[in-house]
């Protein structure tokens, strides 16, 4: 790997090694039941769309949001699954 006169390189290989990362909650998820609550992170990888859009979908009523704490809010997985497989059309 060349260091001198290549920062370009460099970034480039570490923006692909984080890529290549998985998160180890999503890693898991097809291990976990139907009556897991997850958060917000989860359930951005299983969609594939951003925090706002989850957001959106909660205010469409297309995904139920259970509060834990005043900070703290989860989502069902089994709902989350469901919400995958009629996208899917499984």
Do not use: C
Request: glycine share 8%.
């Amino acid at each position: 790997m060349p260091l001198v006169g290549s920062y370009g390189v460099i970034k480039v290989q570490l923006k692909s090694e984080l890529n290549n990362t998985i998160n180890p909650a999503l890693k898991d998820a097809d291990l976990y039941p139907n009556s897991a609550m997850v958060r917000l992170p989860v359930v951005k990888g299983l969609l594939g769309v951003s925090g706002a859009t989850v957001w959106r979908m909660v205010k469409a009523n297309k995904l139920k949001s259970y509060k834990l704490t005043e900070r703290t809010t989860t989502f069902n997985l089994g709902e989350i699954r469901a919400l995958i497989s009629t996208k899917a059309g499984v």
